[in-house]
């Protein structure tokens, strides 16, 4: 307060009536101000404190992280609670913007040949069904590494948990990668196959094949297709990918073994360590756990 500098400053303490009512302030206003100095010092220490936590988990996210994410992870991991009103009101004063994703645009569909099936939506769009192991997702997406060779991730997500219960690199776009995910998703499951289990994918040429589709059911699953051309029918397992492709600077991999190996770490940071607020501020695997002990 500038009456409280000039007082202090020049030792007129003789005139405090009067620069009061110079500056419109009560007399009692001012001293109740001045007591209340050593609360207001304790406040704005701790709103410094809060400030280069928030700092740290921002920048330790590479500055990707929201408003929520900084709470669930202050909370989790430093366990410090904080209103994420007050997180929202520093990321501004301080612009802490965090780079949010562009869309991206419809993937092509490969065009299949008359003995490819296409099959009904059963899903439709009704992601959270309740009970993890009941509801998968899949997709596969391009991942461009070193001097700009492409590999390819197809992975199964559990639409429940979110978590992504199977994943398999290849350098082709062969059946082989769609079964060995297969393969990988019936190891995951451990035989502990929910009775109305249903695996959902888009109209790819991979899921609309014959062989596909037989191995599907031999696993015990239902299968269900997005509509053609429409990516908000498996809008969970755009988000992930939309996140990895954010998140993971796969261009700098020279090998192929060292992109394997990045692709490996981020997964199991996604399913261990990525906290999301509407999994009740949980992770992908304590929400799994979780909800299975229910």
Known sequence: MLIEQII????????????????????????????????????????????????????????KADALTIKMIVENDFFVTMNHKKIRRFMNKFNLKARIRQANPYKKMAKATHEHKVVPNLLNRKFNQGEPRKTFLTDITYVYWGSGQPAYLSCVKDAVTREIVAYHLSRSLKMDIVYRTLEKLADSLDEL????????????????????????????????????????????MESFFGHFKDEVDYSVCQTFEELHLIIEEYIEEYNTNRYQWSLNRMTPAQYGSHRLAV
Request: hydrophobic share 30%; with cysteine; proline share 3%.
């Open 193 to 236: 196959l929910h009775p109305e289990a249903m695996i959902h994918s888009d109209q790819g040429v991979h899921y609309t094949h014959p062989e596909f589709q037989r191995r599907v059911k031999k696993l015990g699953l239902i299968q269900s297709m997005s509509r053609k051309g429409n990516c908000w029918d498996n809008a969970p």
């Open 8 to 63: 202090r400053r020049y030792s007129l303490t003789n005139m405090f009536s009067y620069f009061c009512e110079m500056a419109e302030v009560s007399c009692s206003g001012y001293y109740a101000w001045q007591q209340a100095e050593s609360i207001r010092f304790t406040l704005e220490e701790k709103d410094w404190q809060d400030y280069e936590l928030i700092h740290k988990v921002f920048e330790g996210k590479k500055k």
